[in-house]
């Protein structure tokens, strides 16, 4: 008993230190994670900290008090990177209490020169959506590692846009929008672009948030600290990660303005917008086809100029100035998209004359605009993932037979899981072969000969993705398996170019913001959590524009560390020291992965590379010691 009155005076006593002192006893808690992990809004937890993965190869314990970015005991974030790189981390605001009015200010950097906030640092409050049921195929499995039910952060709200109240900072935690129950934890995503001519050096800023407790105000501080390595990432986009869309970026649903900013967001994430179906006015057949040109220049001659990524139209960030790397031409056969002539008149000599003029003009029109850095396409979607030899190999030829003065800029593309097709066009003549199925690992041969042609390969990646062969874009996967997309494409470089998710904004009229699990084009039974969706509608928010991803970060990624690779292999003067780097991290991919006898169906360990994100951003940081190496 005189214990229990004891311990009841001790609580009397600090509850009224704690009046007295103004301070509070609801315990804000803010700590830090980088992009490799995502964090469970009710628990705190990384949903990557799965026991699906093997032990060694997950993220370590106690992250939250310490890990490979954070220290808890200096209350510090460290980040390291190149000139012309974009960081990012995670800032993770954690209260068992509901707080209000939260705010979140980064201070300018202090260093060896100006490193301003307002232009490099950019806010995001994470959005979380709940999967409620795993992504599968319907009757068999997704064939990727599904983390499993939960609230996923995946949607990054713009803090710097005007947005809705309701979306914009402050916020209170439990956030009564977005309705998580149970809410314990905020996400903030923060990028940190480095600009192209910073000075190398350290500089440091703080990290300020605030919030009330009630009528109590609570405040916490972190340091951040940014190391810049003396060279840069190049504007150029050597991977050009593909995001394929069917026609819904396109000046005939939106304005060009809102056009620009969604090639914009591609560009700044080093990935390339590959949209479908927009083409010239075209009139006439035959060898009097003529194009009508106006409404395609107002529209995209600044993408093919590269003044859309410039700051006269807003733009800062990785490739300014330069232009789109690749642009669809808009010949199709398909009845709703048939371009130029119907599909009905195909194999006529009138028809054959218009598609080949078509090809001229394209070429002569470029030509004379300047528009000389960017690859052009040539893709019937209506053949696509078919077996239909005959029609592929049609237009194939067409372009063969055009007369362009400079053939290498076009780039006749095939999609399909057959090998027959791509042989049926002839492997010298493929400019893109877009591999789908388990052809993407059996047949290598046909790849390394296009490959040996000047020609690419692509790698898909959607519901017919299968672990750990190539990694699949959904919600409910780790969000390394995104970054793993710069490294097979270095690791089985004779036989791999990039890789390319099929569908970009299917944004089921908004719904998905509540919903991930949205079909995207099968339907049926599928669950595929956002599937097609990297980009999202900024509507919702009351936004007329595009909103960003984690998952679109997590290519970003990818495409910085190919470039990192890139740059290690030209500086050594061969890749021998790149390979070793890869290889500690993705120790196999595409065939490899599959074990002796097995079926490309068939489940697989999950042992062919690692699942912690440490040493991932320790690989990273391996490539940037060996390229600095010689320099210090």
């Given at each position: 008993?005189r214990?229990?009155?004891?311990?009841?005076?001790?609580?009397?006593?600090?509850?009224?230190?704690?009046?007295?002192?103004?301070?509070?006893?609801?315990?804000?808690?803010?700590?830090?994670?980088?992009?490799?992990v995502?964090?469970?809004?009710?628990?705190?937890?990384?949903?990557?900290d799965?026991?699906?993965y093997?032990?060694?190869l997950?993220?370590?314990?106690?992250?939250?008090?310490?890990?490979?970015?954070?220290?808890?005991?200096?209350?510090?974030?460290?980040?390291?990177?190149?000139?012309?790189?974009?960081?990012?981390?995670?800032?993770?605001?954690?209260?068992?209490?509901?707080l209000?009015?939260?705010?979140?200010?980064?201070?300018?950097?202090?260093g060896?020169?100006?490193?301003?906030?307002?232009?490099?640092?950019?806010?995001?409050?994470?959005?979380?959506?709940?999967?409620?049921?795993?992504?599968?195929?319907?009757?068999?499995?997704?064939?990727?590692?599904?983390?499993?039910?939960?609230?996923?952060?995946?949607a990054?709200?713009?803090?710097?846009?005007?947005?809705?109240?309701?979306?914009?900072?402050?916020?209170?935690?439990?956030?009564?929008?977005?309705?998580?129950?149970?809410?314990?934890?905020?996400?903030?995503?923060?990028?940190?672009?480095?600009?192209?001519?910073?000075?190398?050096?350290?500089?440091?800023?703080?990290?300020?948030?605030?919030?009330?407790?009630?009528?109590?105000?609570?405040?916490?501080?972190?340091?951040?600290?940014?190391e810049?390595?003396?060279?840069a990432?190049?504007d150029?986009?050597?991977?050009?990660?593909?995001?394929?869309?069917?026609?819904s970026?396109?000046?005939?649903?939106?304005?060009?303005?809102?056009?620009?900013?969604?090639?914009?967001?591609?560009?700044?994430?080093r990935?390339?917008l590959d949209?479908?179906?927009?083409?010239?006015?075209?009139?006439?057949?035959?060898?009097?086809?003529?194009?009508?040109?106006?409404?395609?220049d107002?529209?995209?001659?600044?993408?093919?100029?590269?003044?859309?990524?410039?700051?006269?139209?807003?733009?800062?960030?990785?490739?300014?100035?330069?232009?789109?790397?690749?642009?669809y031409?808009?010949?199709e056969?398909?009845?709703?998209?048939?371009?130029?002539?119907?599909?009905?008149?195909?194999?006529?000599?009138?028809y054959?004359?218009?598609?080949?003029?078509?090809?001229?003009e394209?070429?002569?029109?470029?030509?004379?605009?300047?528009?000389?850095?960017?690859?052009?396409?040539?893709?019937?979607?209506?053949?696509?993932?078919?077996?239909?030899?005959?029609?592929?190999?049609?237009?194939?030829?067409?372009?063969?037979?055009?007369?362009?003065?400079?053939?290498?800029?076009?780039?006749?593309?095939?999609?399909?899981g057959?090998?027959?097709?791509v042989?049926?066009?002839?492997?010298?003549?493929?400019?893109?072969?877009?591999?789908?199925?388990?052809?993407?690992?059996?047949h290598?041969?046909?790849?390394?000969?296009?490959?040996?042609?000047?020609?690419?390969?692509?790698i898909?990646?959607?519901n017919?993705?299968?672990?750990?062969?190539?990694?699949?874009?959904?919600?409910?996967?780790e969000?390394?398996?995104?970054?793993?997309?710069?490294?097979?494409?270095?690791?089985?470089?004779?036989?791999?170019?990039?890789?390319?998710?099929?569908?970009?904004?299917?944004?089921?009229?908004?719904?998905?913001?509540?919903?991930?699990?949205?079909?995207?084009?099968?339907?049926?039974?599928?669950?595929?959590?956002?599937?097609?969706?990297?980009?999202?509608?900024?509507?919702?928010?009351?936004?007329?524009?595009?909103?960003?991803?984690?998952?679109?970060?997590?290519?970003?990624?990818?495409?910085?560390?190919?470039?990192?690779?890139?740059?290690l292999?030209?500086?050594?003067?061969?890749?021998r020291?790149?390979?070793?780097?890869?290889?500690?991290?993705?120790?196999?991919?595409?065939?490899?992965?599959?074990?002796?006898?097995?079926?490309?169906?068939?489940?697989?360990?999950?042992?062919?590379?690692?699942?912690?994100?440490?040493?991932?951003?320790?690989?990273?940081?391996?490539?940037?010691?060996?390229?600095?190496?010689?320099?210090?």
């Open positions: 008993m214990r229990e009155t004891l311990v009841c005076g001790l609580l009397l006593l600090v509850a009224a230190w704690c009046a007295f002192s103004g301070t509070t006893q609801a315990a804000m808690r803010i700590w830090a994670v980088d992009d490799g995502r964090i469970n809004p009710q628990t705190g937890k990384a949903l990557e799965n026991p699906i093997p032990e060694g997950r993220i370590k314990p106690g992250y939250r008090e310490h890990n490979w970015i954070y220290s808890g005991d200096k209350k510090q974030v460290t980040l390291a990177g190149a000139k012309n790189e974009a960081l990012a981390f995670q800032l993770q605001i954690e209260s068992a209490a509901p209000g009015n939260v705010n979140v200010v980064i201070s300018d950097l202090k060896p020169a100006p490193f301003p906030a307002a232009d490099n640092v950019r806010l995001f409050r994470e959005w979380y959506a709940e999967v409620k049921q795993p992504s599968s195929g319907g009757a068999t499995a997704a064939g990727f590692d599904c983390l499993g039910p939960a609230w996923y952060p995946d990054l709200i713009p803090l710097r846009e005007r947005v809705k109240s309701e979306f914009a900072m402050p916020f209170d935690l439990p956030d009564k929008t977005n309705a998580v129950p149970g809410q314990k934890v905020q996400a903030i995503w923060v990028d940190v672009y480095i600009p192209r001519d910073q000075q190398p050096g350290v500089y440091e800023g703080a990290i300020r948030v605030t919030a009330r407790d009630g009528d109590k105000p609570v405040e916490e501080l972190l340091s951040l600290r940014v810049v390595f003396a060279f990432l190049p150029e986009d050597h991977l050009g990660i593909s995001l394929n869309d069917y026609g970026i396109s000046p005939r649903r939106m304005p060009k303005e809102k056009l620009w900013a969604f090639y914009q967001m591609c560009h700044h994430h990935c390339v949209v479908l179906y927009n083409a010239p006015k075209a009139s006439g057949t035959g060898d009097a086809l003529e194009l009508d040109w106006s409404e395609y107002a529209a995209f001659a600044p993408l093919l100029d590269g003044s859309a990524f410039t700051a006269a139209h807003g733009y800062r960030g990785p490739g300014e100035g330069v232009p789109v790397k690749r642009f031409l808009p010949l056969s398909s009845g709703g998209h048939a371009w130029p002539r119907p599909a009905e008149e195909m194999e006529t000599e009138p054959e004359r218009a598609v080949k003029k078509a090809l001229r394209f070429e002569r029109h470029f030509l004379e605009k300047g528009w000389t850095r960017t690859s052009l396409m040539m893709f019937y979607n209506r053949y696509d993932e078919s077996g239909r030899v005959k029609e592929i190999s049609y237009f194939a030829r067409l372009l063969r037979e055009a007369g362009l003065k400079e053939p290498s800029r076009f780039l006749y593309r095939v999609d399909g057959s090998p027959d097709v042989r049926g066009v002839g492997l010298e003549n493929v400019g893109i072969w877009c591999v789908n199925g388990n052809v993407r690992y059996t290598p041969e046909e790849q390394r000969e296009i490959i040996r042609h000047g020609g690419h390969i692509w898909y990646s959607s017919s993705a299968r672990e750990p062969c190539i990694a699949a874009p959904y919600i409910d996967t969000v390394l398996a995104l970054r793993t997309w710069g490294w097979i494409p270095w690791k089985y470089r004779d036989s791999v170019t990039t890789l390319c998710e099929w569908g970009t904004f299917y944004h089921g009229e908004g719904k998905r913001w509540r919903d991930p699990s949205l079909a995207a084009a099968l339907g049926g039974k599928q669950v595929l959590n956002g599937d097609a969706l990297l980009i999202y509608p900024g509507e919702f928010l009351g936004i007329d524009g595009p909103v960003p991803c984690i998952r679109l970060k997590a290519l970003r990624r990818a495409s910085q560390d190919y470039e990192y690779m890139r740059l292999a030209k500086k050594a003067g061969d890749p020291t790149v390979d070793e780097v890869v290889s500690g991290v993705l120790f196999r991919a595409m065939h490899e992965a599959l074990k002796p006898g097995q079926d490309y169906w068939q489940n697989r360990e999950r042992d062919s590379r690692s699942h912690d994100p440490e040493q991932w951003d320790k690989a990273r940081r391996s490539l940037a010691e060996h390229i600095l190496k010689d320099d210090r």
